[in-house]
């Protein structure tokens, strides 16, 4: 597989694109959430909206940094103990657009095809990464709204 560059220009829009659609919902969902909706769980072992939210960012910060062949220090456990409020998501999405702005707009015909390492993962072209990490990202979108219509029900 190989990319030229005004593909590869082509992919990284449509991820970005793709992306923002999820911060995008993700405003929307939490914006009129207060902090108990944000960090209640339906169930002991479920995660709240503001670990799904944290956790999606991080996964994707990650990622995109890696398809680039930057390694970025992550703490993934931790984002499954945060607590939040709906000012500190907002931001934290502000963040993640800024960043996927950054990275996008820097990917390369080569970042698409050659494999490129994720934590402790096995190394894998960075268009799998997109793909995939695009994919994590609405799986754990509709647990976010899930998890809302659930709090909104109890």
């Known amino acids: 597989m190989s990319f030229d ?4 220009r082509i992919v990284a829009s ?3 694109d793709g992306f923002r659609d999820v911060h995008d919902k993700m405003r929307e969902i939490t914006g009129d959430l207060d902090g108990e909706a944000l960090n209640w769980k339906p169930h002991p072992e479920a995660n709240s909206i503001a670990v799904l939210v944290t956790h999606t960012l991080g996964s994707e910060r990650e ?3 890696a398809v680039r062949g930057i390694t ?4 993934r456990p931790s984002e499954f103990r945060v ?7 907002a ?7 800024a ?12 970042d698409l095809t050659a494999p490129r390492a994720r934590g402790d993962r096995e190394p894998r072209p960075g268009l799998e990464w997109l793909l ?3 994919g994590h990202a609405r799986e754990h979108l509709a647990q976010i709204e899930l998890t809302k219509q659930l709090y909104k029900a109890k």
């Open 5 to 8: 560059t005004p593909s590869a």
């Open 14 to 16: 449509t991820v970005r």
């Open 63 to 65: 990622m995109l940094a």
């Open 72 to 75: 970025l220090p992550r703490d």
């Open 83 to 89: 607590e939040s409020e709906a000012k500190d998501l």
């Open 91 to 97: 931001a934290m999405v502000d963040r993640a657009d």
């Open 99 to 110: 960043d996927l702005d950054e990275h996008t707009a820097a990917i390369t015909a080569e």
């Open 132 to 134: 995939t990490n695009y």
